[in-house]
């Protein structure tokens, strides 16, 4: 056990303030370059494993045929290579507990495992009222960040689904294995319990062994200024972003309906008026397109989702397109785009947003295989095949 529950009175009445010491900076350069891992999948018709895709030593994907037994495979296992190095830990900002587990779990990965522990540097300020606590944790200079896509092996997740997306968007392309433990407020995407991190370490770490993990795909989102002549040509595309969950164009607070016109590959899908659109991955299908109104679909069918938000017409479904399409979004009143639930981009009337498949891929690491995996994480999240008259109970509190 963490022995969380002795944490508030940690930080909020330390008197140590006078021994409160930063994390010691690591030089990404003298760090080796990360270790490479597999993934096998496992067909229940070939009743044996095999290897489908390869992330090399330096970052790179392996191109691979998928054949016509592929929709019946059923999970996926990731082998590393070699023992990860290196360890990148992220959290749910603010968050004290959540930093108490990180220093836990780093002491432990470096004594037991000799393995590197990192955090980024904006966020190491928070670690400063442990004091000796994260003596094993390392934080690195801003200006190597771009060094990290080459030198993490694992990333560790400490906090809800909202971590992991902000995880994943630190990388544009290649993204290290995700191990997500659960301390939100909300967990598709976080199997795993902080009291077990010994055990699931252990596991994980282990070369012999393969953990199950979720392929999870990413979209990437240009905002382009519209000009036939100069489309898509040097300094036309205003911005580049990636997502794993969804992009959302909306109309901003005023009561005002959004005129949007969409095309796919170049045709004419839709063209109406309403509160804005969602687009999103099968991995956000759970997120803001399902309160739309979209399908749930598995996160490891291909395919892109296209939701409408409240369309003026009732004949504007929600659709399920071919994952290699091309979405392009315009809109005839500047509206506010959302990537991942991070405001603060704007696409313009003369401006598009395009919207496409990418070959970097997330792993999510997970306990179980993709399709146990994702019914069980939907019983538990959305309460499914639960009893009406359990659902009253369990919410009467009990003498």
């Not at 092996?153 to 993204?175: K, P, W």
């Amino acid at each position: 056990m963490l022995g969380l529950k002795r944490l508030p009175s940690l930080l909020k009445f330390s008197t140590f303030a006078s021994q409160r010491r930063f994390l010691k900076t690591v030089s990404l350069t003298c760090m080796p370059r990360n270790v490479g891992f597999k993934i096998q999948e496992v067909s229940p018709s070939l009743g044996k494993d095999k290897t489908v895709a390869e992330d090399g030593a330096h970052g790179d994907f392996s191109s691979s045929l998928f054949s016509m037994h592929k929709r019946e495979e059923l999970s996926r296992k990731l082998f590393w290579e070699e023992k990860p190095r290196t360890v990148l830990f992220t959290k749910k900002p603010r968050d004290a507990k959540s930093a108490l587990a990180a220093s836990r779990m780093s002491k432990w990965l470096t004594r037991e495992h000799g393995i590197k522990c990192l955090v980024k540097p904006e966020m190491a300020g928070e670690f400063d009222e442990l004091g000796h606590e994260c003596d094993d944790l390392y934080t690195y200079s801003p200006e190597e960040a771009s060094l990290i896509p080459t030198t993490v092996d694992l990333v560790v997740t400490l906090g809800g689904d909202g971590t992991i997306l902000h995880s994943a968007g630190l990388f544009t392309e290649r993204v290290p294995p995700l191990l997500p433990f659960a301390m939100g407020t909300l967990g598709f995407l976080t199997p795993f319990s902080v009291k077990d991190f010994k055990e699931t370490f252990s596991n994980c770490l282990d070369i012999s062994k393969g953990m199950h993990a979720t392929k999870r795909r990413r979209l990437e989102c240009l905002i382009i200024e519209k000009d036939e002549e100069r489309e898509l040509q040097r300094g036309s595309v205003l911005d580049r972003f990636l997502i794993m969950n969804d992009v959302v164009v909306r109309r901003f607070t005023r009561p005002i309906v959004l005129p949007i016109h969409t095309t796919v590959d170049g045709l004419d899908l839709v063209q109406y008026g309403g509160d804005g659109l969602v687009i999103a991955t099968p991995t956000g299908s759970t997120a803001y397109s399902m309160s739309c109104g979209g399908s749930l679909v598995h996160p490891c069918i291909e395919g892109i989702l296209f939701t409408p938000i409240c369309p003026s017409s009732a004949l504007n479904r929600p659709s399920i397109m071919r994952d290699d399409s091309v979405f392009c979004v315009e809109v005839k009143r500047t509206a506010s785009v959302i990537s991942d639930g991070v405001e603060g981009r704007v696409l313009k009337p003369g401006q598009k947003l395009q919207v496409t498949s990418v070959e970097f891929p997330v792993y999510t690491i997970h306990r179980r295989d993709d399709i146990t995996a994702w019914v069980s994480d939907i019983n538990d999240c959305l309460r499914w095949n639960e009893d009406l008259n359990e659902r009253r109970s369990g919410d009467i509190p009990t003498a």
